[in-house]
């Protein structure tokens, strides 16, 4: 199958991971099954019920950031700046060269600047609000992200942001594909997300599915017949999306084409219907005229609750039979990266199809009965690999599914 | 007598509020240096502005803060602003 040229392609990548900051640091992490899970290092955890997390240990503001913007930036606006230079470097592109308005950014947040507000509220009520930082008024709010990579690199083009928690990773970038398709050249599309603060610690434990366990090798396990819940982290990845024919003219060297996608919702809890995580799946598939046999690897949501990881497993026995397709979660390396983990996942398909190989799982000996997945564990399985599913799960109800292709 | 503020007094409270200019020329900073030429927008003298009323204890005019566009006149402002608080003790 050529490249149609009017399909949007990944030619550049940027990440930050809690097991590795850039690409190369992270996926070379990934294929020596190295986990970033640790106890909570950023604060005492000791007084919290859960305790661990996926904490970037390594990333030196003042290394990667103006300092002009450093007063008036939160820590996920740092990671993300960071992570967008890394993805324009990789693609190689001119971006003054590109007409005035042709390029923009979208990208995915769930809870904003979380640990620069706890700062400003704490200001607020223990001296009063002529020490709360004028800059709180943007640095905030969940479009910051997009609007300071805007800035930083002259990107006038239509731009925005997507709050759907876990499904933003992959809805951004859809979104970033009809920017595409309405005339933009170039978009910068992702996401990066960071709460762990005590502020957003508190949030995180109040929506009630962390996992409470101190040993990092047990706390997160999908698929698992002892899940017992989820491990948070911060981080993700953004790519540059750009139409096919483009990439083509300018030589850029390309990952892959988004070449799939579909949102649905699930109905409200307790009122009967029926998860439609399945249906997101049909439909990117229709949206990418491929059969689920054509589906070499999937990446799942891999929420480590038992209900949840049985809902996946059946969404995907239905789609591809039992045990009919690899199934991954590099995640367990990572904890779940709210609206960072989707873009995370993409960036591991592309590299996964770059290098023929399928990342692991870690910590998971083996899935329980009732989750009939063939999980790739341990280690990474090498493969023959054409097309990859990701899947995204976001609370609230919010599934996402994308399909990234080799692009020949 | 009144404390006024000299030019450095200024540049120290603008890095501080604002962060380091990427244009050294805060370092040799200049009564005629505009500050859109240092990189600094309307926030950034904003919060400038709340640190230098808070630390002093006194308040300027909203309106004259944002025409000044030099730290010159801005300096200017926040002097004549001192001078008046200590008339009034």
Same mark, same amino acid.
């Given at each position: 199958m050529s490249a149609d040229a009017s399909q949007s392609v990944i030619t550049g990548i940027g990440v930050a991971a809690?097991?590795?900051?850039?690409v190369k640091a992270w996926w070379n992490a990934v294929l020596r099954s190295e986990s970033g899970i640790r106890r909570i290092g950023r604060f005492d955890p000791d007084r919290y019920p859960a305790r661990l997390a996926g904490e970037i240990r390594d990333?030196?503001?003042?290394?990667?950031?103006?300092? +002009?913007?450093?007063?008036?930036?939160? !820590?996920?606006? !740092?990671?993300?700046?960071? &992570?967008?230079?890394? =993805?324009?470097?990789? =693609?190689? &592109?001119? %971006?003054e060269q590109l007409p005035r308005y042709a390029a923009g950014v979208s990208t995915a947040s769930s809870a904003g600047g979380f640990e620069f507000g706890q700062r400003e509220l704490q200001a607020l009520w223990s001296k009063g609000g002529q020490y709360v930082s004028a800059y709180q008024s943007f640095a905030w709010f969940y479009a910051v992200n997009t609007g300071q990579i805007s800035i930083g690199h002259d990107l006038r083009g239509p731009s925005g942001v997507l709050v759907t928690e876990q499904a933003g990773g992959l809805d951004?970038?859809?979104?970033?594909?009809?920017?595409? !398709? +309405?005339?933009?050249?170039?978009?910068?599309?992702?996401? &990066?997300?960071?709460? %762990?603060?005590?502020?957003?610690?508190?949030?995180?434990?109040?929506?009630?599915?962390?996992?409470?366990?101190?040993?990092?090798?047990?706390?997160?396990?999908?698929?698992?017949a002892d899940a017992s819940g989820e491990v948070v982290g911060e981080g993700g990845a953004l790519l540059v999306l750009e139409?096919?024919?483009? =990439?083509?003219?300018?030589?850029? !060297? &390309?990952?892959?084409?988004?070449?799939?996608?579909?949102?649905?919702?699930?109905?409200p809890p307790g009122r009967g219907g029926t998860p439609q995580l399945a249906r997101a799946v049909e439909l990117a598939l229709a949206d990418a005229a491929m059969t689920p046999d054509q589906v070499d690897v999937v990446f799942a949501d891999a929420a480590g609750d038992r209900a949840a990881d049985r809902a996946e497993a059946e969404a995907l026995t239905r789609l591809f039979g039992a045990r009919g397709v690899p199934v991954t979660a590099p995640k367990t390396m990572t904890g779940r990266l709210s609206a960072g983990g989707a873009s995370l996942d993409l960036a591991a398909a592309l590299l996964a199809l770059r290098d023929q190989v399928v990342p692991p799982t870690v910590n998971v000996t083996e899935p329980a009965d009732d989750c009939p997945v063939d999980l790739v564990t341990g280690r990474p399985r090498p493969l023959r690999l054409r097309a990859a599913l990701v899947l995204a799960r976001g609370r609230g109800g919010f599934n996402a599914a994308a399909i990234v292709r080799a692009v020949p | 007598?009144?404390?006024?503020?000299? *030019?450095?007094? @200024?540049?120290? #409270? @603008?890095?501080?509020?604002?962060?380091?200019?990427?244009?050294?020329? @805060?370092?040799?900073?200049? *009564? /005629? #240096?505009?500050?859109? /030429? @240092?990189?600094? /927008?309307s926030v950034a003298v904003l919060e400038t502005t709340a640190r230098i009323e808070r630390d002093h204890g006194v308040v300027l005019n909203e309106e004259s803060v944002f025409e000044a566009e030099t730290l010159g006149q801005y300096l200017a402002l926040v002097n004549a602003a001192l001078a008046d608080s200590t008339r009034a003790t």
């Amino acid at each position: 199958m050529s490249a149609d040229a009017s399909q949007s392609v990944i030619t550049g990548i940027g990440v930050a991971a809690p097991n590795g900051l850039s690409v190369k640091a992270w996926w070379n992490a990934v294929l020596r099954s190295e986990s970033g899970i640790r106890r909570i290092g950023r604060f005492d955890p000791d007084r919290y019920p859960a305790r661990l997390a996926g904490e970037i240990r390594d990333f030196v503001d003042a290394d990667h950031i103006p300092g +002009r913007l450093l007063p008036q930036t939160d !820590r996920v606006t !740092r990671l993300s700046l960071a &992570v967008a230079r890394e =993805a324009i470097d990789d =693609a190689g &592109v001119d %971006l003054e060269q590109l007409p005035r308005y042709a390029a923009g950014v979208s990208t995915a947040s769930s809870a904003g600047g979380f640990e620069f507000g706890q700062r400003e509220l704490q200001a607020l009520w223990s001296k009063g609000g002529q020490y709360v930082s004028a800059y709180q008024s943007f640095a905030w709010f969940y479009a910051v992200n997009t609007g300071q990579i805007s800035i930083g690199h002259d990107l006038r083009g239509p731009s925005g942001v997507l709050v759907t928690e876990q499904a933003g990773g992959l809805d951004a970038v859809a979104q970033a594909r009809r920017r595409l !398709r +309405r005339g933009s050249e170039l978009m910068i599309t992702g996401g &990066v997300d960071s709460a %762990l603060c005590p502020w957003g610690w508190t949030a995180h434990l109040a929506g009630g599915r962390l996992s409470t366990g101190d040993d990092p090798t047990r706390a997160y396990l999908p698929f698992s017949a002892d899940a017992s819940g989820e491990v948070v982290g911060e981080g993700g990845a953004l790519l540059v999306l750009e139409r096919a024919a483009a =990439a083509r003219a300018r030589g850029a !060297r &390309v990952y892959g084409a988004f070449a799939g996608y579909a949102a649905t919702f699930d109905p409200p809890p307790g009122r009967g219907g029926t998860p439609q995580l399945a249906r997101a799946v049909e439909l990117a598939l229709a949206d990418a005229a491929m059969t689920p046999d054509q589906v070499d690897v999937v990446f799942a949501d891999a929420a480590g609750d038992r209900a949840a990881d049985r809902a996946e497993a059946e969404a995907l026995t239905r789609l591809f039979g039992a045990r009919g397709v690899p199934v991954t979660a590099p995640k367990t390396m990572t904890g779940r990266l709210s609206a960072g983990g989707a873009s995370l996942d993409l960036a591991a398909a592309l590299l996964a199809l770059r290098d023929q190989v399928v990342p692991p799982t870690v910590n998971v000996t083996e899935p329980a009965d009732d989750c009939p997945v063939d999980l790739v564990t341990g280690r990474p399985r090498p493969l023959r690999l054409r097309a990859a599913l990701v899947l995204a799960r976001g609370r609230g109800g919010f599934n996402a599914a994308a399909i990234v292709r080799a692009v020949p | 007598m009144s404390q006024q503020m000299q *030019l450095e007094d @200024l540049a120290a #409270v @603008l890095r501080e509020c604002a962060g380091e200019s990427e244009n050294a020329a @805060l370092s040799t900073a200049a *009564l /005629d #240096v505009s500050f859109a /030429d @240092l990189g600094y /927008d309307s926030v950034a003298v904003l919060e400038t502005t709340a640190r230098i009323e808070r630390d002093h204890g006194v308040v300027l005019n909203e309106e004259s803060v944002f025409e000044a566009e030099t730290l010159g006149q801005y300096l200017a402002l926040v002097n004549a602003a001192l001078a008046d608080s200590t008339r009034a003790t």
